[in-house]
């Protein structure tokens, strides 16, 4: 491997590690400008799209490296899972099952296909993938992680008659919840920071892939100019006493520290859809988009045990004081 093209990718995976997904998005596509034929390239920058919630243009990237070297299981795997998350179950559901053929032995593939099912309250086929994932790792943390929250979902789903789920199914991929559901996340990963002219281009573009480009795009930091870190603990207070009473309302299953926990043990964003499981219930937009921001609040001002303990918004007062 030429050695420029090797340090660009170490630099792109260290940033990756270290949560950093913009800046590597950055460092990759200076990398393709210089090697513009690296299918590896195409799949990483897909991935780091992913973590910033840029489905669409992840989608680009990763059929990008599908086309630049065909039948790589790992490429097929992502692209199945930016497809379901941009409400293509169908395709992205074949992408995961053409994944597991190429490479048996891969977990994740199955766990991801699992979580297809799981999402859209289909518990019958996604248990089936699932217990594959845990027969092939029956120790590995992620999957029990993931198999843990499967079955409160699966105790949340039996409140509801067969003929509901099909409702609560039909509203869920519903194009104008789907298009919500993205900005929210889309909104959660940029908002309240300073962005740099290529990562503004990148969510502008985003945006109109999405059918959103008439949206405001924040150029700078709009944080709350009271907010300081003595004040954080008490809007943190408010967001619990929300949450508990949204718990209480729907009668759920979960409590205020499974919530918690999801957020503290954070892996990627695909924890951020788990969450909105618990609470998508087949509601309208509006209702949807009240519950969407409450739980984007209890992103920003939760610990993450990435950012060592602290919340995204005592990170972003820490940048700011230097």
């Given at each position: 491997m030429n050695k420029s093209l090797e340090r660009k990718i170490k630099k792109a995976d260290s940033l990756l590690r270290k949560k950093q997904p913009s800046k590597a998005v950055t460092v990759i596509k200076e990398a393709i400008r210089e090697f513009p034929e690296t299918p590896y390239l195409y799949y990483l920058l897909g991935i780091a799209r992913m973590k910033c919630c840029?489905?669409?243009?992840?989608?680009?990237?990763?059929?990008?490296?599908?086309?630049?070297?065909?039948?790589?299981?790992?490429?097929?795997?992502?692209?199945?899972?930016v497809k379901v998350m941009l409400?293509?179950?169908?395709?992205?559901?074949?992408?995961?099952?053409?994944?597991?053929?190429?490479?048996?032995?891969?977990?994740?593939?199955?766990?991801?296909?699992?979580?297809?099912?799981f999402h859209f309250y289909e518990f019958e086929q996604g248990f089936e993938w699932l217990n594959r994932a845990k027969a092939l790792a029956p120790k590995d943390p992620y999957v029990l992680y993931n198999s843990e929250i499967a079955e409160k979902m699966r105790k949340e789903a039996d409140k509801y008659s067969k003929?509901?789920?099909?409702?609560?199914?039909?509203?869920?991929?519903?194009p104008r919840v789907q298009k919500s559901f993205r900005f929210l996340m889309l909104e959660r990963f940029f908002k309240n920071k300073p962005l740099a002219k290529e990562e503004a281009e990148e969510i502008k573009e985003e945006l109109e892939l999405s059918g959103l480009g008439d949206k405001t795009l924040i150029y700078k930091d709009n944080i709350d100019e009271n907010l300081t870190k003595e004040n954080i603990p008490e809007r943190r207070k408010e967001i619990e006493q929300a949450l508990l009473g949204l718990l209480k309302e729907s009668e759920s299953d979960f409590t205020l520290e499974d919530i918690k926990e999801v957020i503290y043990n954070e892996r990627n964003d695909n924890e951020f859809s788990k969450i909105i499981s618990i609470f998508d219930k087949g509601q309208d937009l509006d209702e949807l988009n009240k519950i969407l921001q409450l739980l984007n609040d209890a992103w920003n001002y939760?610990?993450?045990?990435?950012?060592?303990?602290?919340?995204?918004?005592e990170k972003i007062l820490k940048h700011q004081g230097k």
């Open positions: 840029r489905f669409f243009l992840a989608k680009r990237a990763l059929e990008k490296a599908d086309k630049l070297d065909p039948d790589n299981p790992e490429n097929l795997r992502s692209l199945g899972w409400g293509n179950l169908q395709e992205g559901r074949n992408d995961l099952r053409n994944a597991i053929n190429l490479n048996l032995t891969n977990p994740l593939a199955y766990l991801d296909l699992a979580m297809s099912y003929f509901d789920l099909k409702l609560m199914r039909k509203e869920k991929l519903n939760f610990p993450h045990k990435c950012l060592a303990g602290l919340c995204p918004m």
